[in-house]
T-cell receptor
Framework: DVKVTQSSRYLVKRTGEKVFLECVQD?????MFWYRQDPGLGLRLIYF???????EKGDIPEGYSVSREKKERFSLILESASTNQTSMYLC????????????FGEGSRLTVL | GENVEQHPSTLSVQEGDSAVIKCTYS??????FPWYKQELGKRPQLIID???NVGEKKDQRIAVTLNKTAKHFSLHITETQPEDSAVYFC????????????WGAGTKLIIKP
């Protein structure tokens, strides 16, 4: 059973703080993704990674960066959090390159005050 | 680029009745169409997907139909039950990559007892 674990379910941060969101998957998947979920906007891709130390921008990368030092771990970094980054963040992973099931974590709800 | 529109945003049906959620896409090269279900407070999970070489796919009470000419696909749930209450997301992608998955805004399905 694939498990994608996000380190924090709920976070409250202040404007300007640096925020780390951690995601770990235990199925040796090559691909990992960070999405942002907002009501009425669906899921929007922030960044993805198809291999260790590799990263590609998604649709809304501004204000975010990522790190993938190990295959199982993909981190999302907000260098200087802003109130418009208040959202639900979902991590996902999938094996291989072709389309198929995305395995999601349970999400991290970030509130920036 | 690809755009996916999903309707309705909210759907309320009586338990036992059928529910239909519709999505349209803009890129005629899209050929992979998954549907995800997200129960309240839980992670999105794949419930069914269809590739463009078939027009319909069924799995027990759920089915997906695809009309490539009109560029729309629909999720059908028959004999709805309380556990079907959730937010449903459609998505579209070119088959060669998960990286290009574009999501609809979601439909909140409410099953009335």
């Amino acid at each position: 059973d694939v498990k994608v674990t996000q380190s924090s379910r709920y976070l409250v941060k202040r404007t300007g703080e640096k925020v780390f969101l951690e995601c770990v998957q235990d199925m040796d998947h090559e691909n990992m993704f960070w999405y942002r979920q907002d009501p009425g906007l669906g899921l929007r891709l922030i960044y993805f990674s198809y291999d260790v130390k590799m990263k590609e921008k998604g649709d809304i990368p501004e204000g975010y960066s990522v790190s993938r030092e190990k295959k199982e771990r993909f981190s999302l970094i907000l260098e200087s959090a802003s109130t418009n980054q208040t959202s639900m963040y979902l991590c996902a992973s999938t094996p291989g390159q072709r389309t198929g099931e995305l395995f999601f974590g349970e999400g991290s709800r970030l509130t920036v005050l | 680029g690809e755009n996916v529109e999903q309707h309705p945003s909210t759907l309320s049906v009586q338990e036992g009745d059928s529910a239909v959620i519709k999505c349209t896409y803009s890129d005629s090269a899209s050929n992979y169409f998954p549907w995800y279900k997200q129960e309240l407070g839980k992670r999105p999970q794949l419930i069914i997907d269809i590739r463009s070489n078939v027009g319909e796919k069924k799995d027990q009470r759920i089915a997906v139909t695809l009309n490539k000419t009109a560029k729309h696909f629909s999720l059908h749930i028959t004999e709805t039950q309380p556990e079907d209450s959730a937010v449903y997301f459609c998505a579209a992608s070119k088959m060669d990559s998960n990286y290009q998955l574009i999501w609809g805004a979601g439909t909140k399905l409410i099953i009335k007892p």
